[in-house]
Structures are given as structure tokens and as C-alpha cells.
């Protein structure tokens, strides 16, 4: 049976987990890889929204097993809150529909400190992270001297980790704090350590070997989703560096996340909007900032799950499509909030840049020369009609088809799955990737 990675195309915030919810359907086991709680899936079924940071979009279908994969960072009190919040919605009743890789590192008070400070000591070079310790929490992972989950159920070995690794924090929190002109966080070793024990217990039910779990679902020929969190263009070695972020979130890392073999990965679904959207700094180069930018922010409802900020917004760029259809080795797209350009009397298409005079359609690997680059659009006609009621691709209007068409042609790779609206179902799903 087809195993399937879905990521986004974009800089995130694409509708992963729309498009997760609706797989999870002909899935049996969901995998979230990479990435902590910097990450806001939005789900909205029967009228109710749910956001989810750490939890894999499937939990709300029963039956279904999610896992949280060994290359996520967790912050404990976060996803404690979402599962007592999905509890309390009569979701996640049976503690064996969720399994926390006992290899996931875990995100302490200081990563959270650290990653705020630094941000405001960069001053107007801030690279726009959310503040939730992600980063530092993978510093220290790849620094070796990180608390992983399984660190939790066992008081010694935590008390161990945090009184080796708080000197040294506090001393670089000190130094941060002066930088940024703030006031230096203080930190209890024992506090800490009181405080995560009582998570770990807690979470201890949850707590295994995701690795081994989904070698054997894997050999039983069970349907694995690996969801991916953030988008391609921020991944940290193929994004638009330094304004990523700290993980890898291209297809390949499903596998290293996860505890697979590549072999185990059939087909990748790639996410994007039907525009462009944007958090935080760095090269944005079909960024709307008048009326239809506004517009677009306004009806797409464009406002982070995690943080709230307003999402920038553009015109699709499918330089951009190009170049995640090829890192990632897309087998299809799903183009979202296509309802969202109802209305518009025109539609503009990036298909290439032009840089120093010179035409290029490939995404400039120099991060000054992305901000220098001028989009080179192609005109299309937009639709009046509303897109709530589409559930074949016969049912979109004509302007709609021939755009969707068009997003095809200049990327390469066959659009999917079109969605028309919030809701689950209010999407058009073309092809199934789980149907051989």
C-alpha cells in the first residue's frame, strides 16, 4: 500500500492540515516528522475549529493511530494542553491513537528565553520566529547535550541533564539579556525538574518506540500519512537561509523524523495556496502591500494559528512551486483557498524573474539577489462566481479551470486536490494518492 508525505510548497501556513484531515480517511497511521510548536494546523469539521501545534491533523478520526515522530521538538506543557483540549472535545478517549517517540527532544524554559531575547536583541534583523524555543531546543540537540522525552520518567536522569546544562545557559541568558536590554530570566534547576517530572508521568502513557511501531505497521501493510510542518522555502538547508526554520522540512526528512527507510516513502503531496503568503521576514517577491494584498489577507483570513500575526501576501509565484516540485519530488499538488480569489476581475501568474535585466525561472540561491528580483506576471482572468458548492472539477467556472490548468503547466506537476472552502468537506479531491 502507498505511504505518503504531505508538505507545503510554500513558506507554510499552506493548509496542510486541511488536506491531512481529509487523507487521514484512507490512512491508518498519521506521522508528524519534524518541527514543534511553531506550527498551527487549522481544522474546521461540523462548524468547530481546532488547532493543532504538535498533534498530527488525523486525531480527530477515530480508529486512527497518530504519532509524533522523533524529529519534532516538544514542548511538554504545550502538548499536555492539547491533549486535555482534545479530551475535553471527546477526541483522543483511547491513549493507544497517539504515540510520542521516546527520541523527540523536549523544549525547556530557557529554549524559550533564549529564542525570545535573541530576537529582540537583533533588533530590525529579527528573522521573525514565533518564540517557542524551537530553535535553541535544536541547538542543543545537535550540540549533544539536549533532554529527550524519555529524560522525563526518569527524575534522576532529568535532574542530571538540567544541573549539567543550566550553568552554562545562564550565563549565555545573561549575556542575551544585556545585549537585548531586558531583564535576565531567572531559573530554578529543582523547579524545573519538579515541574517536567510531573509532565513526563503524565505523557508517560503516550510515551514509545515510533520507530519500531511503524516498522511493524509498515511490514503489516498499513497506509502511513507523514505530515510535515512550515513549508519548503523554510527548510533550513534549502529554504531561504538565514529567514528559516531550525529543521528540515522537504520530503526526505520524513524518513530521518520518523525512524523509516526511504524505500518505505511512495508519493509526495505538495501544498500551496492558490496565492502567496508569508510570516515573518526575508525575500517575498510577488508581496502585495495595497488594496489586493489587503483583500487577500482580509477574505483568506490570513492571521497566524500560532501567533496571530498577519500573513504578507502575493500573487502565486510558480518559481517558487518549481523549485519545492524539485527538491521535494512532488507526485501532485493540492491548490487551497482557491475560493478565496472569488471576486477578482484579474489574476496574475509569476512565472519568472527578472534579475540585473536578465530573465531566470529558477529560484536565485543568493538570498540578496531573491530580494532584488522583479516577478514577471502573467495576466489571467479572473471569476465572479462563488466556489462553496464545487465538488468536481465541473463544477468550477471556467476562469477558475483555466487557472488551475495553468498552475500546472508552469510547474510541472498535476494539481490533485482543489480546495473550495474551510470545512473538510468543501474540497475537490482529483486524485487519491493512496489508490495505486
Keep these: 500500500m502507498p505511504n505518503v508525505v504531505v508538505v507545503g510548497a510554500q513558506w507554510g501556513d499552506e493548509g496542510k492540515g486541511k488536506v491531512v484531515d481529509l487523507l487521514t480517511e484512507h490512512a491508518q497511521v498519521v506521522v508528524r516528522f519534524q518541527g514543534g510548536n511553531n506550527a498551527g494546523h487549522t481544522l474546521v469539521v461540523g462548524g468547530t475549529k481546532t488547532v493543532l501545534h504538535l498533534i498530527p491533523s488525523g486525531i480527530l478520526h477515530g480508529g486512527k493511530t497518530c504519532v509524533i515522530g522523533n524529529g519534532c521538538v516538544i514542548d511538554p506543557t504545550v502538548l499536555m494542553k492539547e491533549i486535555d483540549g482534545l479530551r475535553a472535545k471527546n477526541h483522543l478517549q483511547d491513549p493507544g491513537q497517539l504515540i ?92 524545573i525538574v519538579s515541574e517536567y517530572a510531573v509532565l513526563g508521568s503524565r505523557l508517560k502513557e503516550f510515551v514509545g518506540d515510533s520507530s519500531l511501531f511503524l516498522a511493524e505497521q509498515i511490514r503489516k501493510g498499513a497506509r502511513i500519512l507523514f505530515e510535515g510542518a512550515q513549508g519548503t522555502l523554510l527548510d533550513v538547508d534549502h529554504g531561504t537561509y538565514p529567514y528559516v526554520t531550525s529543521s528540515n522540512t522537504v520530503a526526505g526528512n520524513a524518513a530521518v523524523g520518523s525512524g523509516i527507510g526511504p524505500t518505505a516513502i511512495d508519493r509526495v503531496m505538495g501544498i500551496t495556496k492558490a496565492y502567496t503568503t508569508r510570516v515573518g521576514g526575508g525575500p517575498f517577491p510577488t508581496e502585495l502591500h495595497e488594496e489586493i494584498g489587503e483583500r487577500l489577507r482580509k477574505v483568506g483570513d490570513e492571521f497566524g494559528a500560532t501567533t496571530g500575526r498577519p500573513r504578507r501576501c502575493g500573487w502565486l509565484d510558480t518559481v517558487v512551486l518549481r523549485y519545492a516540485a524539485r527538491v521535494n519530488g512532488l507526485w501532485g499538488l493540492a491548490l487551497t483557498k482557491m475560493d478565496v480569489l472569488s471576486g477578482l476581475a484579474t489574476l496574475q501568474l509569476c512565472t519568472g524573474y527578472e534579475l540585473d535585466g536578465k530573465q531566470v525561472t529558477e529560484l536565485p540561491g543568493e538570498l540578496e539577489d531573491l530580494s532584488r528580483v522583479k516577478p514577471i506576471y502573467e495576466e489571467m482572468p479572473g471569476w465572479d462566481q462563488s466556489l462553496a458548492g464545487a465538488r468536481t472539477l465541473e463544477d468550477l467556472p471556467a476562469a477558475a479551470l483555466r487557472y488551475v490548468r495553468r498552475v500546472e503547466e508552469l510547474v510541472g506537476v498535476p494539481v490533485v486536490c482543489i480546495s473550495v472552502g474551510a470545512e473538510r468537506g468543501e474540497t475537490i479531491l482529483i486524485s487519491n494518492p493512496f489508490r495505486t
Design 100 to 191: 510520542i517517540s521516546e527520541h523527540a527532544h523536549v523544549i525547556l524554559p530557557w529554549h524559550k528565553h533564549l529564542d525570545g531575547l535573541r530576537e529582540k536583541a537583533r533588533g530590525g534583523s529579527a528573522i521573525g520566529t514565533t518564540g517557542r524555543g524551537i530553535g535553541p531546543a535544536y541547538e542543543d540537540k545537535i550540540e549533544r547535550r539536549g533532554v529527550r522525552v524519555r529524560d522525563l520518567l526518569d527524575v534522576e536522569r532529568l535532574r542530571r541533564r538540567v544541573k549539567d546544562r543550566l550553568p552554562s545557559v545562564l550565563e549565555e541568558l545573561a549575556n542575551v539579556a544585556r545585549a537585548a536590554k531586558a531583564e535576565e530570566p531567572l531559573l530554578d534547576a529543582e523547579a
